[in-house]
């Protein structure tokens, strides 16, 4: 290998790898500097079917979460609900390897698929609902068109409808492909039920099977039902706004947080007081928005593990998925590798 083929990911494995065989892993795990931080992992999807192999970045195989909490358990970390975790970390109580998990979205792939391993670990776990599509319970239009361009990835197909032709050949022009179709349904003002239509359309043109892709339930948002019973088995909710928008008016942004939080409480008959920034958004003046929102806590999707000079409203998460390998979890796990993460967070001034 020589250095124009060493990638920084692969020079952080094999760093990693090599201060694993050293045993610097377990001298992390068993520090003081470890004890007194609380690793938040967030994950987005458990796959129903391929969507690891579609988007590898948000979706993990349901084998692939198992090892996940084999690893966690190996490493004796203390797996603690969202809530506990915030609590102890300000109070300077944490246990020893403490970790929380988190789910981002509410996709009813999480029920189907990482649920049950969760359940079966015996752990807790908070999800950051995004309340408008329990209401609607359809699969989401950006996400869905992709998946299904995706599926049919080599193909040219003549969209008479949308008077365009789709070049779903490469990765470039399938996104081109969505951005067209989505042009389309801004030209023509389509609602949530006409973007539904269109998708089932363009499942029919490209030879998929729009409601049996329904059933299924991939890329569509759990319904009240479905919260409502996994919330009775012990899952928290917590808040991600109604719409996964982060308004730039404090009023809507203040409307955005209180149906979000209405929808919630109503359906698990708990108070949400954390939040989540949607897809890892913030700005300045979204904290003072927050505090006036009574927030305990918002978190990011900046990689880092938080400390008590954390910003409680800035809090790190690790964004695990099909990309990250054993040895690199196995490093957030220890806090070895958020030394050797590119991207800081506000968790550490040290770092």
Avoid at 63 to 85: D, K, N, T, Y
Avoid at 114 to 139: I, K, M, Q, S
Avoid at 307 to 323: M, Q
Wanted: aromatic content about 10%; charged content about 25%.
């Amino acid at each position: 290998m020589t250095m124009k083929t060493i990638t920084w990911r692969s020079l952080r494995k094999l760093s990693l790898t090599a201060f694993r065989t050293l045993g610097g892993f377990q001298l992390m795990l068993n520090s003081a500097w470890r004890r007194e931080r609380l690793l938040i992992l967030c994950y987005h999807g458990v796959s129903i079917d391929d969507e690891h192999e579609w988007n590898p970045a948000l979706y993990m195989p349901q084998h692939e979460l198992q090892q996940r909490l084999e690893i966690l358990r190996a490493s004796r970390a203390s797996i603690v609900p969202l809530h506990e975790g915030i609590a102890r970390l300000y109070a300077g109580t944490l246990p020893e390897r403490s970790v929380v998990i988190t789910f981002d979205d509410g996709y009813c792939d999480f029920r189907e698929r990482a649920h049950p391993v969760l359940r079966a670990f015996g752990v807790p776990v908070t999800v950051y609902l995004t309340t408008l599509r329990c209401e609607r319970n359809l699969p989401i239009f950006r996400l869905i068109c992709p998946y299904l361009f995706w599926k049919s990835r080599g193909r040219v197909l003549d969209y008479q409808e949308i008077g365009a032709v789709l070049d779903l050949r490469t990765a470039e022009g399938r996104v081109r492909a969505f951005d067209q179709l989505n042009a389309f349904a801004v030209r023509e003002r389509l609602d949530i039920y006409g973007r539904n239509r269109l998708a089932a359309q363009t499942a029919a043109r490209l030879g998929f099977d729009y409601e049996a892709l329904t059933a299924q339930r991939i890329l569509t948002i759990m319904a009240p039902d479905d919260v409502r019973a996994l919330s009775a088995a012990g899952v928290r909710f917590e808040l991600h706004t109604h719409t996964h928008t982060t308004p730039t008016a404090a009023d809507i942004f203040e409307r955005e947080i209180s149906k979000n939080r209405a929808m919630i409480e109503q359906m698990t008959h708990n108070s949400s007081v954390h939040f989540c920034y949607p897809s890892g958004v913030y700005r300045p003046e979204l904290l003072t928005w927050l505090r006036d929102q009574d927030m305990v806590s918002a978190t990011t999707c900046d990689p880092g593990l938080a400390c008590r000079r954390s910003n409680p409203l800035l809090l790190p998460r690790f964004v695990d998925s099909t990309r990250v390998s054993g040895v690199e979890f196995e490093g957030w796990v220890a806090g070895a590798a958020s030394f050797l993460s590119r991207t800081r967070s506000h968790a550490d001034s040290t770092h």
